[in-house]
C-alpha cells in the first residue's frame, strides 16, 4: 500500500487555525470582560473545522493533484475511462499507435450507475414499506402506535455491523430461513451472496430512516384538516390522497434523502451479504484507497460522491426549505 503523506500546507493551516481559534478565544473573553455564553460553542466550531472542512478541502487537493503534487485532471478521466492510467503508460512507452488500441474502461461509471439503480430500489422499497408503518404508527386512533415506534427504535441500539451480520445466519444455506423452507416441503434455496441479499440488508438498515421523518411529519398533522375534509365528503381513501399526503411531502422528501445518500455509499452491507459478487461505489472508493493506494483517484472517486450528495441536499432543500421533515426521534 503507498505511504501517503499530508501536505506541508495542511499542517501550517492546522497550525494557523488553532493559533486563530485562541487569539479569537482570548480576545472574545477580553471584550467581553469574561466568558459569553455563546463562547461555549467554540469547541464545536473547531470540531468542524478540523475533521470536516481540513478533509474536505484534502479530498479536494488529492483530487486535483498527482503524487507529485501537481495539478492535474486525469483522476476524473481516470473515473470516466478505468483503462486511462494503463493508456498513458503505453502511450509513453510504446506510442499513440499501441494506445490506440486500448478500448475504454467503463467499470467506475458501471459501478456509480449500478450503486444508483440499487440505492433507487432501496429508497422505493422503504417507501412503499415505511410510509404505511409511518401512518399506522402516527394514527392517534391506534393504541399501539407509539409500541411500534419502540419497536423500530430498538433495533437502532444494536451495531450497524452487528444487524447486518446477524443477517448472514437466517440466509446462509444452513441458517434458519433455508431450515423453515425445507421443513414446510420447498427445499434449500440459495439466499447468500446475491443482489437480493444485498437489496434486504440495505432495506432492514435504512427502513427507520425512511419511517421517522414521515412518522414525524404525520404526527404534526392537524386531526381537523382529515375531519373537516371528510365533512366537505371526501372518503378515508380521498382524505388520505388530497390531504394527508401532500401535506406529508417534506417528511417523505427527507426521509427519500436520509436512505438514498447512505444507500449509494454502502460499502459493509455488499461485502457481507453479497460476498464480493457484488460491487457499489462505496466499495470501489474503499479499495481505491486501502487496496490500491491511489488516495489521488480515491479523492476523486469520493469528491464524485460528495457532490451527489450536495445534489440530494439542495433538492431537500427547495421541497422543504423550513425543515419540516423532521428526522430521526
Not at 161 to 188: H, P, Q, V, Y
Not at 230 to 239: I, V
Request: proline letters at 4%.
Amino acid at each position: 500500500m503507498m505511504n501517503m503523506q499530508l501536505p506541508s500546507w495542511a499542517y501550517w493551516a492546522m497550525g494557523a487555525g488553532l493559533a486563530c481559534f485562541i487569539a479569537l478565544v482570548a480576545l472574545s473573553v477580553r471584550r467581553h470582560h469574561g466568558v459569553k455564553r455563546s463562547l461555549f460553542a467554540a469547541p464545536y466550531t473547531l470540531w468542524m473545522l478540523v475533521f470536516t472542512l481540513l478533509p474536505c478541502i484534502l479530498i479536494a487537493y488529492y483530487a486535483f493533484t498527482d503524487t507529485n503534487g501537481a495539478f492535474t485532471l486525469d483522476n476524473f478521466r481516470s473515473f470516466w475511462d478505468s483503462n486511462n492510467s494503463m493508456r498513458e503508460n503505453l502511450r509513453a512507452l510504446a506510442g499513440d499507435e499501441v494506445a490506440a488500441t486500448v478500448a475504454r474502461g467503463s467499470v467506475n461509471v458501471d459501478t456509480l450507475v449500478y450503486s444508483l439503480w440499487m440505492a433507487f430500489l432501496c429508497t422505493a422499497i422503504s417507501l412503499l414499506l415505511g410510509y404505511p408503518a409511518a401512518l399506522f404508527m402516527a394514527d392517534r386512533k391506534m393504541k399501539m402506535g407509539s409500541t411500534i415506534v419502540v419497536l423500530f427504535i430498538i433495533p437502532m441500539w444494536m451495531n450497524f455491523l452487528l444487524r447486518t451480520i446477524a443477517w448472514m445466519s437466517l440466509l446462509e444455506d444452513n441458517g434458519l430461513i433455508n431450515a423453515f423452507l425445507e421443513w414446510i416441503g420447498i427445499g434449500r434455496k440459495h439466499l447468500m451472496y446475491n443482489q437480493s441479499a444485498v437489496l434486504l440488508g440495505m432495506v432492514y438498515n435504512f427502513l427507520p430512516f425512511m419511517v421517522f421523518p414521515i412518522y414525524t411529519s404525520l404526527s404534526k398533522l392537524d386531526p381537523k384538516l382529515g375531519e373537516a375534509a371528510q365533512d366537505l365528503g371526501c372518503n378515508e381513501f380521498r382524505t388520505l390522497l388530497r390531504v394527508t399526503m401532500p401535506l406529508s411531502i417534506p417528511g417523505v422528501i427527507s426521509g427519500i434523502t436520509m436512505v438514498f445518500m447512505p444507500s449509494v455509499t454502502t460499502f459493509f452491507i455488499p461485502r457481507v451479504l453479497g460476498g464480493g459478487n457484488t460491487q457499489m461505489f462505496g466499495d470501489l472508493i474503499e479499495s481505491t484507497f486501502l487496496v490500491a493506494g491511489n488516495w489521488n483517484l480515491g479523492s476523486a472517486l469520493s469528491l464524485i460522491m460528495m457532490i451527489l450528495i450536495l445534489i440530494s441536499l439542495s433538492i431537500l432543500r427547495k421541497a422543504d426549505p423550513n425543515g419540516e421533515g423532521g428526522g430521526i426521534v
